[in-house]
């Protein structure tokens, strides 16, 4: 791995910092209002700007691979409906970016009301407040960094797996910015003994559960085509008997405004039969998260390489027409 330069890490740290200090000078809504334009920007790059500029040339990749996704997900799309919805996409994550670094001054103990909405959690709190140990499962969907926090800073024992910035001035001001309200961070690697030490001791733990697992996962259904999915959600939860909880924050209106929900809780008693129960609950939870995808597409991250390790069982022609489409 090339070696990184410590002082280009910190010129973009600090200018992370300075935009951050300069959206503190403005209204939340203004702040969204403009990097909604800016997501309009990144969809629409000026056909002027030359694709020999690496950063432009990886911008445009990220509108192609939206849109390649959505159409191999939604067939009933239209032309018009997939590039609308690779739009929206691209401008709710702009959004959701200056979101995440305003996050721990909207939402405290005496205003996340204001900005979050609670529905279908009388489950969800019952099973958190028996302090048993679960697993939280949420995808790159609507705001994902919400959900734990806004959940830590009700007063839940909430440990999010994350995987670290290569960046390390940046990892760190992140890092405080997600601990702010309370939620506690496990980095991915190396993370199965602390894991074991939480789920013991009664915690949530909590997982981003639709990323490519390479060619070590389990394939299996995410919007009608095999997706490599981690092992290790399925693994922790039938070792240790907890329950696995499927939710997500989606956004509700124009403002910075969302729903917390649980769609799904898988209890331990549902697998326990199961001819091959690691697979069953993979798949159980996948389709969890499709099913709230699916309730409002547009706040998806069609742009990440979800599908992009193929089972070994797709012919050499299928593989090369898909890793073209999702390089």
């Known amino acids: 791995m090339r070696r990184r330069r410590k002082w280009v890490d910190y010129l973009v740290y600090a200018c992370v910092r300075?935009?951050?200090?300069?959206?503190?000078?403005?209204?939340?809504?203004?702040?969204?209002r403009f990097m909604r334009w800016w997501g309009r920007v990144w969809f629409y790059l000026p056909a002027r700007l030359p694709?020999?500029?690496?950063?432009?040339?990886?911008?445009?990749?990220?509108?192609i691979r939206a849109e390649g996704n959505i159409r191999r997900?939604?067939?009933e799309y239209d032309e018009a409906r997939v590039s609308a919805t690779a739009l929206a996409s691209m401008e709710h994550f702009s959004m959701w970016v200056v979101e995440l670094l305003r996050t721990p001054k909207l939402i405290t103990h005496w205003t996340w009301a204001r900005h979050v909405r609670l529905t279908k959690l009388d489950d969800a709190i019952r099973v958190l407040l028996r302090r048993r140990g679960c697993i939280m499962l949420t995808g790159h969907y609507?705001?994902?960094?919400?959900?734990?926090?806004?959940?830590?800073?009700?007063?839940?024992?909430?440990v999010a797996v994350m995987r670290p910035l290569d960046n390390e001035y940046l990892n760190r001001y992140l890092l405080d910015v997600r601990e702010h309200g309370g939620l506690k961070l496990l980095y991915k690697k190396g993370a199965t003994e602390s894991a074991d030490e939480i789920l013991e001791s009664g915690g949530a733990l909590c997982f981003i559960a639709d990323q490519n697992a390479g060619r070590k996962g389990l394939f299996v259904d995410f919007f009608g085509r095999k997706a490599s999915t981690y092992k290790s959600i399925g693994?922790?939860?039938?070792?240790?008997?907890?329950?696995?909880?499927v939710g997500c924050a989606r956004r509700i209106s124009?403002?910075?405004?969302?729903?917390?929900?649980?769609?799904?809780?898988?209890?331990?008693?549902?697998?326990?039969?199961r001819d091959d129960a690691l697979?069953?609950?993979?798949?159980?939870?996948?389709?969890?998260?499709?099913?709230?995808?699916?309730?409002?597409?547009?706040?998806?991250?069609?742009?990440?390489?979800?599908?992009?390790?193929?089972?070994?069982?797709?012919?050499?022609?299928?593989v090369g027409v898909t890793t073209a489409a999702e390089s």
């Not at 690496?54 to 990749?61: A, D, H, I, P």
């Not at 609507?142 to 839940?156: I, Q, R």
């Not at 693994?235 to 909880?245: D, E």
């Not at 069953?280 to 709230?292: L, P, R, V």
């Open 254 to 273: 124009p403002k910075f405004e969302y729903e917390v929900c649980v769609n799904r809780i898988i209890e331990p008693q549902e697998w326990r039969d």
């Open 73 to 75: 997900s939604f067939p």
């Open 51 to 63: 694709d020999s500029i690496k950063l432009v040339r990886r911008l445009r990749e990220h509108r």
């Open 142 to 158: 609507g705001s994902w960094e919400l959900l734990g926090y806004t959940l830590a800073t009700l007063g839940f024992d909430i």
């Open 279 to 318: 697979l069953w609950i993979t798949n159980e939870y996948s389709q969890a998260m499709e099913s709230f995808i699916r309730v409002a597409p547009e706040q998806y991250l069609w742009m990440h390489r979800r599908w992009k390790t193929r089972p070994k069982s797709e012919t050499a022609e299928t």
């Open 18 to 32: 300075g935009i951050a200090t300069v959206f503190e000078m403005f209204s939340i809504e203004s702040n969204r």
């Open 235 to 245: 693994l922790l939860a039938m070792h240790h008997n907890v329950p696995i909880l």
